[in-house]
Nanobody, 120 residues
């Protein structure tokens, strides 16, 4: 059984910074892409950033230049450094990983979510 556990959310003032972490554990053969998504109240879940195993990144236009995604493959961990936070960044942030959990299968796994609240 694979688990993704997020940490690092909280309350911060506009202009501040937070760093989210997400560690994968369990029976893991390999991990392809990992990413962060967010869901604000009354809105659909949206992509924030993704990173491939070799390190190629992709960002939502709304966070480009402010957020940085990175990963430590040895620790099966993905990070999201969030700078210059805005009230509109307030949401529950979810970690996602495409994980090989048997010799033949990859599955999408999600973390439980961590709340990020940015006050104006």
């Amino acid at each position: 059984q694979v688990q993704l556990v997020e940490s690092g959310g909280g309350l911060v003032q506009a202009g501040g910074s937070l760093r989210l972490s997400c560690a994968a554990s369990g029976i893991i053969f390999s991990i392809n892409a990992m990413g962060w998504y967010r869901q604000a109240p009354g809105k659909q879940r949206e992509l924030v950033a993704t990173i491939t195993s070799p390190g190629s990144t992709n960002y939502a236009d709304s966070v480009k230049g402010r957020f940085t995604i990175s990963r430590d493959n040895a620790k099966s961990t993905v990070y999201l450094q969030m700078n210059s936070l805005k009230p509109e960044d307030t949401a529950v942030y979810y970690c996602n990983g495409e994980i090989q959990d048997t010799r033949y299968t990859y599955r999408d796994y999600w973390g439980q979510g961590t709340q990020v609240t940015v006050s104006s």
